[in-house]
């Protein structure tokens, strides 16, 4: 993987200052007919300023891969937005490569869905997960408090424990006192989700976008529909 560069607070920052708070603009169509216009810039400040006014989301997202064959879903905290030098920005997860979405996982190919409650709006991601950076996994760690950074130190051989003050929860507690909250554990992954797709639904407006990337290119697709209805067919 290409060094990621830390751009959250930045991109945050810059997209709206660029987009001057605007709402981006939507062609109307019940075809939903391709349009060029695509500076996929437009949808990430969209999203940004969609995750600021909903604070009821609490930052967390679902996260759906297939795991033998299976679909699998959970929650997760969004840990913000990252560019590789190539311009290409993604959304950084943290986990364990001890669970299930990291190693059971049949492909890298994931999808990130937000449900954001207070603009009524859902944002999907879909593309391939890359694990491995080393400066996105030691930023994100540094952004940790101590009671997530000490949930790493949990042995997952010692499966459950028969409470929060058991051996296990012990161990765990010996593991951070040992070696201290500074450095990672081993099992500790950030994985970043690069977009080829990000489809958008306004629930109330029924606005409705889907961007794809091929080559490099994006192209967007935009209208009104019923929420039952695909963005693209
Ligand atoms: C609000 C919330 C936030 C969570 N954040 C994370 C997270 O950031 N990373 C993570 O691996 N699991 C997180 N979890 C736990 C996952 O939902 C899941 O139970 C765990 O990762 C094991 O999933 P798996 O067996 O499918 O890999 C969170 C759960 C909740 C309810």
């Not at 909903?54 to 997202?61: F, K, V």
């Not at 996260?63 to 297939?66: E, G, P, R």
């Not at 669970?99 to 990291?102: A, D, I, T």
């Not at 207070?118 to 593309?127: D, I, L, P, V």
């Given at each position: 993987?290409?060094r990621c560069?830390?751009?959250f607070?930045?991109?945050?920052?810059?997209?709206?200052?660029?987009s001057?708070?605007?709402?981006?603009?939507?062609?109307?169509s019940?075809?939903?007919?391709?349009?060029?216009?695509g500076?996929?810039?437009?949808i990430?400040?969209?999203?940004?300023k969609?995750?600021?006014r909903?604070?009821?989301?609490?930052?967390?997202?679902n996260?759906?891969?297939?795991e033998g064959g299976?679909?699998?879903?959970?929650?997760?905290?969004?840990?913000g937005?990252?560019?590789?030098?190539?311009?290409?920005v993604?959304?950084?997860?943290?986990t364990?490569?001890s669970?299930?979405?990291?190693k059971?996982?049949?492909?890298?190919?994931?999808?990130?869905m937000?449900?954001?409650?207070?603009?009524?709006?859902?944002?999907?991601?879909?593309?391939n997960?890359?694990?491995?950076?080393?400066?996105?996994?030691?930023?994100?760690?540094?952004d940790?408090n101590?009671?997530?950074?000490?949930?790493?130190?949990?042995?997952?051989?010692?499966g459950?424990?028969?409470?929060t003050?058991?051996?296990?929860f012990?161990?765990?507690?010996?593991?951070?006192?040992?070696?201290g909250?500074?450095n990672?554990?081993d099992n500790?992954?950030?994985?970043?989700?690069?977009?080829?797709?990000?489809?958008?639904?306004?629930?109330?407006?029924?606005e409705?976008?889907?961007?794809?990337?091929?080559?490099?290119?994006?192209t967007?697709?935009s209208?009104?529909a019923?929420?039952?209805?695909s963005?693209?067919y």
């Open positions: 993987m290409h560069e830390i751009l607070f930045s991109i945050l920052f810059c997209l709206l200052l660029a001057g708070f605007e709402e981006v603009e939507v062609e109307t019940s075809h939903l007919p391709p349009s060029m216009s500076n996929v810039a437009d990430f400040s969209l999203f940004l969609n995750l600021q909903s604070p009821s989301s609490s930052g967390t997202l996260m759906a891969t297939v299976k679909p699998r879903v959970r929650t997760v905290l969004f840990q937005l990252v560019s590789k030098e190539d311009g290409a993604g959304l950084s997860i943290k364990s490569s669970s299930r979405k990291y059971e996982r049949d492909s890298d190919q994931t999808e990130f937000f449900w954001l409650p207070e603009t009524m709006a859902q944002f999907r991601f879909a593309g997960i890359e694990y491995g950076d080393p400066q996105e996994r030691s930023r994100v760690w540094l940790l101590p009671a997530a950074r000490s949930q790493f130190f949990y042995d997952p051989d010692d459950l424990d028969t409470s003050s058991g051996a296990a012990r161990k765990e507690e010996w593991a951070v006192r040992k070696r909250l500074d990672p554990p500790f992954e950030v994985g970043v989700l690069f977009p080829n797709e990000i489809d958008f639904l306004n629930l109330q407006s029924l409705r976008q889907n961007w794809q990337r091929q080559g490099g290119e994006w967007k697709f209208g009104y019923p929420p039952v209805v963005t693209v």
